[in-house]
């Protein structure tokens, strides 16, 4: 790297915010990585270790500066069957094996593939997502003793109280000043006030206890043997997508907020190597997490300083700081989370509703369904890009069309427009008169394109049927790959290409 622009990056960071941004994610990480944790029946420090190690790791391997990663209950909810039937040192193994899967998509530059997620799902997924944050900010208003009980009286309104102060506090804040993040004021003040008029308030401590040593090294307790990997691969394998294509989709989310350009595999390459390093050291695994990333974003955060000071806040508490930490009122880190499920939430798709193809709204509201209905964000995301190929599919079959005449010496023409796929062979079919058409027909495909093996075998049949008419079709106006294609299946299928053929071009050449 040129001197200058070194001298230029170093000088542009502003270390105070990267700093305190950090503070701020590992303040609102604690709860959550606790919160997931006791969900899937573990060790509240399970949790814990697994922001400290992914939060670490990806800082410092990761493709996304700005990105936070820990944690995360995508992935977490994956493991809570097996957890539950075959124990903790199972969960370890199934984490290492979905971080080698992680690796090897980095390794293989597989990562690109996250740009065929059309935004349509992009939208659904982050409305989906913020409605979840929102949902589960509301579970905190739960009694400690009873969480089946629902807060009432003064318990209630203290809460809200307490959680509407903070929410005006983050909102009001960076008119006053930038130079703090809002976040992290929040919470101070609100604890504050907590700690100086002895409010009885639902604290962190009321989760769980957050102290603890450190992380020690372990070989996962399991059989090495072809049965433990067949019952951990397919929950392995989920784990692995789930987190990839969270951590990808958040890749892009801070590409966008932050106008620069993160390297998805080397993304997958660090949340795998996270991974595997969780499994060996007692994390639950996880991977990116929107919400944290959105609350070091908005408090400033532009390098991997923020997410590597997150991470060793993290470590702090558990060593030293938890007896603090754990006196937190919930109430402010629940407003925190709920100013970022608003702004999490993709407002403009309320404006572009009617202003958009029906099918990408449809799409839009059918991945935010899925998402907050399962909670399964790799599912919400697939269905959502196979209903968008599926579409575009339909859409282009419609579109084939052809134009006829015959020339002077008799010979039919049919120009062919649009492409030739599997979705529009039989359209395409549709378009020829074998009976009545001269002796000699042509195909023109300057202004279309043999895209697949169905529209080959199209081309097949057609052939057959005036062969069988006694007829003679040829193709001309092939793109190169169009010929190399045919060329490559003769001896399979009969089709006459045209030696003649003059040079087209569907696409200029790059």
Known sequence: MDSTLRYKILHNINIKNEVLAGLTVAMTMIPESLSFAILAGLSPL?????????????????GRPGMVSGGAGATVVVLIALAATHGVQYLFAAVVLAGVLQLLVG??????????????VMYGFLNGL???????????FRVVDDPSVWMSGEALYTMLGLTLLTVAIVLVWPKITKA????????????????????????????????????????????????????????????????????????????????TKGRSNQEAMAQGTANIVNGFFGGMGGCAMVAQTLVNLNAGARTRISAAVGAIAILFVILVASPFIEQIPMAALVGVMMIVAIKTFQWVSFRIINKFPRADIFVGILVAAITVLLHNLALAVLVGVVVSALVFAWDNAKRIRARKYIDQEGVKHYEIYGPLFFASTATFLEKFDVINDPDQVIVDFKESRVADMSAIDALHKLSEKYGKANKKLRLRGLSNDCRLLLQNAQGVVVIDIMDDDPTYKVMPEK
């Not at 992914?54 to 391997?61: E, S």
């Not at 390794?107 to 349509?120: A, E, M, N, S, Y």
């Not at 913020?130 to 509301?138: D, G, K, P, S, Y």
């Not at 504050?192 to 996962?220: E, H, Q, R, W, Y």
């Open 130 to 140: 913020a409605i979840i944050i929102f949902m589960a900010q509301l579970q905190q």
């Open 180 to 259: 703090v993040p809002a976040s992290l004021v929040a919470i101070l003040l609100v604890f504050g006030l907590v700690a100086v008029f002895k409010i009885d308030t639902k604290i962190v401590l009321d989760i769980a206890s957050v102290g603890g040593s450190l992380p020690s090294f372990s070989l996962p307790n399991v059989p090495f043997t072809w049965q433990t990997l067949q019952l951990i691969f397919p929950y392995a394998l989920v784990m692995a997508g789930v987190g990839l294509i969270e951590s990808l989709l958040t890749l892009n989310m801070v590409d966008e907020i932050t106008n």
């Open 107 to 120: 390794i293989f530059r597989l990562g690109k593939f996250v740009r065929l997620i059309p935004q349509p």
């Open 46 to 62: 399970t949790g814990l270790y697994a922001a400290f190690l992914m939060g670490l790791v990806t800082a410092f391997l990761g």
